[in-house]
T-cell receptor, first 115, second 116 residues
Framework: AQKVTQVQTEISVVEKEDVTLDCVYE???????LFWYKQPPSGELVFLIR??????QNEISGRYSWNFQKSTSSFNFTITASQVVDSAVYFC????????????FGKGTRLHILP | GAVVSQHPSWVICKSGTSVKIECRSL??????MFWYRQFPKQSLMLMAT?????????EQGVEKDKFLINHASLTLSTLTVTSAHPEDSSFYIC????????????FGSGTQLSVL
């Protein structure tokens, strides 16, 4: 069955520090997608990235980077030089496009960036 | 990017009344939409999959007679919370499935339901 685990429920770091949010997933399918979403206090979901299971290249987008390791079923997210505006809840998610395509979310990590 | 409009963004109602939430894909057709519920400080839990022209598929534990879903057109799905009770107070968010794009799933901005 699909499962997404984010063991870190809450993290606090001081501004400008780097922070890594962990995500471990379970799936029976060989084809799947992994996502990261940001949910600021206003509640809307902000799409950050979608990665398919055949693409293990790490990705960098500005201060954000993602490390996808199929061997450990992990898809970790790092914010470098964190800023107060990064404070939000971050969700890792998984979908299986050839099963039902619905997205299953992890429980989220609440990130506090302290000034 | 593609836009999904969810309305209303906030609703307060009395216990026993019904509330309808709309989810519209504004610039693409969505044969599939999903409805999620999020309690405070918790994750988004999938409630149901809404398919245009057919009955919705509900997740285990979700009462289909309580949460009525209608997907009558390729751009609109509605969720009606019938006979709402305080325990139904939650943040409801929809997403629409757009094929062949990198992002693929587009989320509405959510509806905060408070039942008094």
């Amino acid at each position: 069955a699909q499962k997404v685990t984010q063991v870190q429920t809450e993290i606090s770091v001081v501004e400008k520090e780097d922070v890594t949010l962990d995500c471990v997933y379970e799936t029976r399918d060989t084809t799947y997608y992994l996502f990261w979403y940001k949910q600021p206090p206003s509640g809307e979901l902000v799409f950050l990235i979608r990665r398919n299971s055949f693409d293990e290249q790490n990705e960098i987008s500005g201060r954000y980077s993602w490390n996808f390791q199929k061997s450990t079923s992990s898809f970790n997210f790092t914010i470098t030089a964190s800023q107060v505006v990064d404070s939000a809840v971050y969700f890792c998610a998984l979908s299986e496009p050839f099963r039902d395509d619905k997205i299953i979310f992890g429980k989220g990590t609440r990130l506090h960036i302290l000034p | 990017g593609a836009v999904v409009s969810q309305h209303p963004s906030w609703v307060i109602c009395k216990s026993g009344t019904s509330v309808k939430i709309e989810c519209r894909s504004l610039d693409f057709q969505a044969t599939t939409m999903f409805w999620y519920r999020q309690f405070p400080k918790q994750s988004l839990m999938l409630m149901a999959t809404s398919n245009e022209g057919s009955k919705a598929t509900y997740e285990q534990g979700v009462e289909k007679d309580k949460f009525l879903i209608n997907h009558a057109s390729l751009t609109l799905s509605t969720l009606t919370v019938t006979s709402a009770h305080p325990e139904d107070s939650s943040f409801y968010i929809c997403s629409a499935h757009r094929v062949a794009t990198n992002e693929k799933l587009f989320f509405g901005s959510g509806t905060q339901l408070s039942v008094l």
